[in-house]
């Protein structure tokens, strides 16, 4: 277990690291040199190239969210192995961090609908494809989410049940 949560921490890293380099990116591109993508644009042939700009704007500000959301994700799973090594695995403390991770992934899963909204609109103004598409998958992550943390609830309550009447 050593070595994922060293994975686990080093994701960490890796998240924020890019995370913070991709929205300072395409906040630049999106709000402080918007001319210079436009020209290169219009040399491409790219028809309304200012609904391009409006496209990173929007998804500067859907991207930086998920940096912190994915951080949530990755402390608590590091948190709930800490917890597994030390012999607590049923923990009251687990059940809740799994909710958290359900509700950061909820929290992905609707940011990735506006994306995919923005995408769409983008697409259909500027004749580019902007590729998105709907997945099922992570909705379901949700879901199971949702229900390990009230198996995990169950079981903390057995484990405290256990070590009050030995």
Known sequence: MLWSRRLLAGLNILNWVTGLLIVAALGYVGFFAPDIFIEKALHQRIAHPEAAVGWLRAITFITAPVILLAHII????IAMIDDARAGRPFA?????RLRQIAWALLTIQL??????LVSIRASAETGEYFGWSFGVTGWLAVLLLFVLARVFEGGAAMQDELEQTI
């Open 92 to 96: 009251a403390a687990n059940a809740a």
């Open 111 to 116: 940011l990735d609908l506006a994306f995919g």
């Open 74 to 77: 990755l402390t608590r799973l």
